[in-house]
């Protein structure tokens, strides 16, 4: 199939989820509530100080928006698709086609996460920037390089997130890899805690695993964190990994097909 009929399933993704519009409205809710509860825990957290290590309560807050809401990108749909297409056997069904199974994938959680982002994230952002505040970007080229991170964020997620769920062809169940990856995310990505905030050991160590790039650098280039060069030298950082990930998973998607076909006997 030719790249150009893969956008198709972008709009197809984005269409059907047109269908569920209650959910939008949950969705808008749980976000606010989960971002305003980890806003109250660190207002409560800055009570007593202006600022720890440099970090204020507006850095903190404008850091609560960005890398959650934002860049919390929420990985079930991602491992759903994945496990549902095997628990079902759909999966051989695109294996007939002359289609791609991850390039499938790529542009239909494309269409998906830009309707959550559409319809739940920017509401979200709106709310609590009037109500609470958000600082504007560092400056001009922090803002320029925050773009780029952001694109980086989510092609790191969709392959560290696929390549998670392409394991469900060897455990057979999609519902365990997705706990797991949202508890290594939760952690290691910087969403809940920034890497500045955790013991210098492991922010070292999780400052250099593909999570990072998900949610706390781009949040980090945004408040100016980091200065020019550094932030030019981790998206290359970041572009490597996105090679090395992109490499691994078509690896990974060449023995899942075998893998597959020894299932079926």
Do not use: C
């Given at each position: 199939?030719?790249l150009?009929?893969?956008?198709?399933?972008?709009?197809?993704?984005?269409q059907?989820r047109?269908?569920?519009?209650?959910?939008?409205w949950?969705?808008?809710?749980?976000?606010l509530?989960?971002?305003?509860?980890?806003?109250?825990?660190?207002?409560?957290?800055f009570?007593?100080?202006?600022s720890?290590?440099?970090?204020?309560?507006?850095?903190?807050?404008t850091?609560?928006?960005?890398?959650?809401?934002?860049l919390?990108?929420n990985t079930?749909?991602?491992?759903r698709d994945?496990g549902e297409?095997?628990r079902?056997?759909?999966?051989?069904?695109y294996?007939?086609?002359?289609?791609?199974y991850?390039?499938?994938?790529?542009?239909?959680?494309?269409?998906?996460?830009?309707?959550e982002q559409?319809?739940?994230?920017l509401?979200?952002l709106?709310?609590?920037?009037?109500t609470?505040?958000?600082?504007?970007?560092?400056?001009?080229?922090?803002?320029?390089?925050?773009?780029?991170?952001?694109?980086?964020?989510?092609?790191?997620?969709?392959?560290?997130?696929?390549?998670?769920?392409?394991?469900?062809?060897?455990?057979?169940?999609?519902?365990?890899?997705?706990?797991?990856?949202?508890?290594?995310?939760?952690?290691?990505?910087?969403?809940?805690?920034p890497?500045?905030?955790m013991?210098?050991?492991?922010?070292?160590?999780?400052?250099?695993?593909?999570?990072?790039?998900v949610?706390?650098?781009p949040?980090?280039v945004?408040?100016?964190?980091l200065?020019?060069p550094?932030a030019?030298?981790?998206?290359?950082?970041g572009?490597?990994?996105?090679?090395?990930l992109?490499?691994?998973?078509?690896?990974?998607?060449?023995?899942?097909?075998?893998?597959?076909?020894?299932?079926g006997?």
């Amino acid at each position: 199939m030719r790249l150009s009929a893969y956008p198709a399933f972008t709009a197809t993704a984005f269409q059907s989820r047109l269908a569920y519009r209650n959910q939008v409205w949950s969705g808008v809710f749980g976000e606010l509530v989960a971002t305003f509860a980890f806003i109250a825990v660190w207002t409560a957290a800055f009570a007593s100080t202006g600022s720890v290590d440099g970090v204020t309560l507006p850095d903190m807050v404008t850091y609560v928006l960005i890398a959650g809401p934002l860049l919390h990108w929420n990985t079930t749909p991602f491992i759903r698709d994945v496990g549902e297409a095997i628990r079902t056997g759909n999966v051989t069904a695109y294996l007939l086609k002359p289609l791609h199974y991850p390039g499938l994938l790529l542009f239909n959680q494309l269409g998906n996460s830009a309707f959550e982002q559409l319809t739940i994230t920017l509401p979200v952002l709106v709310i609590v920037a009037l109500t609470v505040g958000l600082l504007p970007p560092a400056g001009a080229a922090h803002a320029m390089l925050f773009l780029l991170y952001w694109a980086i964020s989510w092609v790191m997620l969709f392959l560290i997130a696929t390549i998670i769920g392409l394991l469900a062809f060897w455990v057979l169940t999609a519902f365990a890899l997705d706990w797991f990856l949202r508890g290594i995310m939760a952690v290691a990505s910087g969403a809940i805690v920034p890497l500045w905030f955790m013991p210098a050991p492991l922010a070292a160590v999780l400052g250099k695993l593909p999570f990072a790039w998900v949610s706390y650098y781009p949040s980090a280039v945004y408040l100016g964190k980091l200065d020019l060069p550094a932030a030019l030298l981790h998206l290359g950082l970041g572009l490597v990994w996105l090679v090395v990930l992109g490499g691994f998973l078509a690896w990974l998607w060449s023995r899942a097909r075998h893998r597959l076909i020894v299932q079926g006997g």
